[in-house]
């Protein structure tokens, strides 16, 4: 099947509104596809001042605010009648969805309903918020209305082979690919560090920084991030941290860890310059799927200290080119911040390890797999 026999319709709860990995992804993925000849069209809600602008044809989809202080976020309310009149009109001849909140339940309906295949694309881990909310009896159930969600596609798409065991442990029985990630090596690389930019924001050369990078979302590890760095401050370690992004928590956030650095949003070249200028990476986020700030931290040659979960364990090699660590474990990641905090070399080669290992990912290879797994599914549908 050629590529420009495809019809694809993309769902998504936010392509471009709030930036985000996921959404920087499908996006990548819509022009890797158009490129290719493929026609897309996407729906999803929509704000009148978007995070950036949108790759490709978008289709508003009505929504509400977000409840639960996360009015930043979009809830769809599902298919209007004019979304489906131009669905009908556009006449797809696949369904990609990338949530499994309302609009992607309505839109596998939509697919099972005119006999079209549905693939699905895995992103988040949705069922380990509840946890940071204080409502994690929840997970469980959770886990098995996702199950059943991705027990309706085709198949489904996810980062790595870790969040693929998870899957398989629930009871997903629909296929599973690969879809990894890639990344822009111009814009993250080692000689992006700039001792100059660390001393604005007063980062003394021979200082270790220790970067956070991601919204600041309880979501993220916040807590453990500052309870860890709390730990290395009462052992003497010396350190900065140097926390790159923004959100909701940041003043929660501030108030944690009162000595830290805060650049703001960074994006294009400037992110790639913030990440460059750390010293060490620490992600204690249990809510990835690939972790694509790791994979960045390691393509601009900074060791990474990351949560023993899905996403980090497919890209770090233990000892290699970082430590991974049981995900709540307070002192065994103060054990593993001090080892590079007060080792050089021991840094400098670990770096460097996760720079060569980064060079395998790029984006043309990875959309090249979605795009084989549409002919795939087309294919078995006959």
């Given at each position: ?272 310059r913030a990440v460059g200028s750390m010293d060490v990476f620490f992600n204690p986020s249990v809510t990835e799927t690939f972790g694509n ?64 290992a980064a060079a395998a990912y790029r984006w043309d290879d990875v959309n090249r797999a979605v795009l084989d797994t549409y002919r795939e ?6």
């Open positions: 099947m050629q590529a420009s026999e495809l019809r694809v319709a993309l769902f998504s709860g936010n392509y471009n509104y709030v930036r985000d990995g996921a959404n920087q992804a499908l996006n990548l993925l819509v022009g890797y596809l158009m490129a290719e000849g493929a026609a897309v069209r996407v729906y999803s809600p929509t704000v009148a001042d978007p995070a950036f602008p949108p790759t490709g044809d978008l289709v508003d989809v009505p929504s509400w605010p977000m409840p639960g202080g996360r009015g930043e976020y979009r809830m769809a309310k599902g298919l209007s009648r004019e979304v489906r009149a131009d669905l009908t009109a556009f006449a797809p001849n696949l369904i990609h969805v990338s949530a499994p909140e309302v609009l992607g339940h309505r839109a596998v309906t939509w697919a099972r309903r005119h006999r079209l295949p549905a693939v699905a694309s895995l992103h988040t881990r949705f069922e380990t918020y509840p946890r940071y909310y204080g409502i994690g009896f929840l997970e469980p159930l959770m886990e098995r209305m996702l199950t059943r969600f991705y027990n309706r596609c085709d198949t489904v798409l996810v980062p790595g082979n870790s969040i693929a065991d998870v899957l398989r442990d629930w009871g997903v029985e629909a296929p599973i690919g690969i879809w990894s990630r890639g990344i822009d090596h111009d814009r993250f690389r080692p000689d992006r560090r700039s001792l100059e930019w660390r001393r604005s924001l007063g980062i003394a050369d021979d200082a270790v920084a220790i970067g956070f990078l991601g919204r600041l979302v309880l979501e993220k590890g916040l807590d453990i991030f500052a309870e860890v760095t709390a730990e290395l401050t009462r052992r003497g370690v010396a350190h900065r941290v140097l926390v790159i992004g923004d959100g909701p928590a940041r003043d929660w956030f501030a108030d944690a860890v009162p000595d830290a650095v805060f650049a703001g949003f960074q994006s294009g070249d400037d992110l790639g700030v790791t994979l960045e931290a390691m393509a601009c040659g900074v060791p990474v200290v990351a949560a023993r979960a899905t996403g980090a364990v497919d890209l770090l090699e233990e000892g290699v080119n970082g430590f991974l660590v049981p995900p709540r474990d307070v002192s065994a990641y103060a054990d593993a911040i001090q080892r590079f905090a007060t080792d050089h070399d021991l840094r400098a080669r670990a770096g460097a390890a996760g720079h060569a599914v087309l294919a078995r549908r006959g």
